[in-house]
């Protein structure tokens, strides 16, 4: 994790962004970049939209968290090491 991930994405939110890589990889083969655009929505409801190009996949979440943020992160996972950092550290 880049330190930008790490001060601005909380840890219940970062937990969750590799949840979702985590079930990913189980249903289906999965691309090395994967997106996470982030969207507070309200002062407690955070939207998350999860993407990827090859194979082609989008999924919308939303879930309630203490402190939602607005960003974008790339996770970049090459094999041997996986790096989430924000869009704007790429």
Do not use: C, W
């Not at 969207?39 to 939207?47: D, K, T």
């Not at 999860?50 to 790339?74: D, L």
Request: no cysteine; glycine share 2%.
């Amino acid at each position: 994790m880049t330190r930008g991930f790490q001060d601005t994405i909380p840890l219940e939110l970062q937990i969750t962004i590799f949840q979702l890589i985590d079930e990913l990889k189980m249903k289906s083969k999965m691309d090395y970049l994967q997106v996470f655009q982030l969207e507070a929505e309200n002062e407690f409801i955070q939207r998350v939209e999860h993407r990827s190009e090859t194979p082609e996949y989008k999924k919308k979440y939303r879930f309630v968290f203490t402190r939602p943020v607005t960003a974008k992160v790339f996770v970049i996972d090459d094999g041997d090491h996986t790096t989430a950092m924000l869009a704007e550290e790429y």
